[in-house]
Every structure is written in structure tokens, then in C-alpha cells.
């Protein structure tokens, strides 16, 4: 039994530093890279991706909406077509980078709000997971477990990755409880930790309304911007080790 641990990194820009970036990349196995749209720049993206090699964890790239102010969690009235183009210039602007360090990208995760609107809308899911294909056939497809984002890019013939948060709560659908709710997150490092080993051990998860529902998970989404968040992924690792599942990057 293996799995995934991502987390979403290279978000500062300019002047603006966000997460601990430096000190998470050793606990993970596949970064999730900002491409500059809901944040990063181009310097922040080059030492992302030179950090991600020297320590040998998966490199991904992570579009969002063209919303650097919302940080890409506002939903946007876009065109199939335009999320297309807009999933492709980033997927451009970070394989640039990763072509000087000699490096490739290994999967591909949509970020916020667009993560979301795939997750509900088959049309954005299809957009999305088309502009992956059309770029690089052989990439992972990271996305919300049991949802469009999954089924629409299995139908497009991608490999895909089903995802789940560690600290996250869940509808009796499947879909993440929205951030906008008091009881989004879940705050307590045991209540995660015991959430994840159910997911990944007995492919379940219990909602926000006690309900038990199926879940696969591929790949486990920590963030590493809270106040424990080093300690709560080194915890999550340690766990799991004593479960028996091994943690590695994707397709590894």
C-alpha cells in the first residue's frame, strides 16, 4: 500500500513570501508549483523547481484563475475555451523552468477556485484535463476523489491521481465543504491524522454529517502555511509508516 503526499508551494511573489516552503519540501513527495496566475512569479517559480530537484520530490504544476487578488479562490465566468488557453500559458511558463534545470513536470493539480468549478462543472473538467493531454500525454492528473476532475480526464485517456485533504471536511457528496463554513477545516492534528489513515486504509471518509461515503485516495493534499504545519506533516508521515503504507511521489 503506497501514497502520495503533495502540497501546494511557490506561492510568494514580489515582495510577498508565503508558507515555509524550504522547510516542508524534505517531508513531501510531490510539490504542486504556482505558475503565476493566483501566485508565484518567475523567480519564485525557478527557485521552486530548483529546490523540488535537490531534493528528488515529484514536480507539478499548479494553475489557478487569473485572480492574483483572490488568490485564485473566486469563481470566474469563463469560456471552456479561455480555461484552456489559460490551463496551457501555465503549464508553458513552468515547463520553462523545469527545462533549464533539466527536469519535467510530473502531474498537473488545478488550484482553488478552478479546482472546484471542475470538480461540479463537466465542461470546465473537460477543458482542463484536455489542455493537460495536449500538452503532455504521460502527465498525472491530480484531482478531487470520486468527481468530474477524475472522470472526465480518465475518459480523455490521462493517468489520473484521486486526492483527499488531510485537513479538510467533507460533503455527503464527495465535494470539500466550503471554505466559507466555520467548520471547513479541521484544526485538531489527531482528528486529521485519524482521517487520513481511514481514507488511504479503508478507502472511506466520515462528512460533516456522519456519514460514511467511499473514497479513493492516490495522493494526500498537506498544506504547509499553518502554524504546525511542519510538525503535522512529519506526524501524518510517521503514522502512516506504522500503518504499513509507504509514501512516494507519483509513479514512483
Known amino acids: ?149 477524475i472522470s472526465e480526464a480518465q475518459k480523455i485517456g490521462l493517468k489520473t491521481a484521486s486526492e483527499v485533504f488531510a485537513d479538510r471536511r467533507y460533503e455527503d457528496d464527495g465535494q470539500l465543504v466550503s471554505r466559507k463554513a466555520d467548520d471547513a477545516l479541521i484544526t485538531d492534528t489527531n482528528e486529521a491524522i485519524a482521517q487520513v489513515v481511514k481514507m488511504v486504509k479503508s478507502k472511506s471518509v466520515i462528512t460533516k454529517n456522519n456519514r460514511e461515503i467511499d473514497i479513493e485516495a492516490d495522493t494526500i493534499c498537506v498544506h504547509g502555511d499553518g502554524a504546525h504545519a511542519l510538525e503535522f506533516v512529519s506526524e501524518i508521515k510517521e503514522r502512516l509508516s506504522k500503518e504499513g503504507v509507504s509514501i512516494t511521489k507519483l509513479g514512483g
Request: net charge negative.
Open 1 to 149: 500500500m503506497k501514497v502520495d503526499l503533495n502540497c501546494d508551494l511557490g506561492e510568494a511573489f514580489g515582495n510577498y513570501s508565503f508558507g515555509g516552503d524550504e522547510q516542508i519540501i524534505p517531508l513531501i513527495t510531490s510539490a504542486n508549483v504556482a505558475c503565476g496566475f493566483h501566485a508565484g512569479d518567475q523567480h519564485v517559480m525557478n527557485q521552486t523547481i530548483k529546490r523540488a530537484k535537490e531534493h528528488n520530490i515529484g514536480i507539478g504544476a499548479h494553475p489557478g484563475l487569473p485572480d492574483l487578488q483572490g488568490f485564485g479562490r473566486r469563481n470566474m465566468d469563463l469560456s471552456p475555451d479561455e480555461i484552456y488557453d489559460t490551463v496551457i500559458y501555465q503549464l508553458g511558463a513552468l515547463s520553462g523552468f523545469c527545462k533549464i534545470h533539466n527536469v519535467k513536470i510530473n502531474h498537473v493539480k488545478p488550484h482553488g477556485a478552478l479546482y472546484q468549478m471542475g470538480a461540479r462543472d463537466k465542461d470546465i473538467a473537460h477543458a482542463i484535463a484536455q489542455a493537460v493531454y495536449d500538452f503532455d500525454e504521460s502527465l498525472y492528473y491530480v484531482g478531487l476523489s470520486n468527481t468530474l476532475l
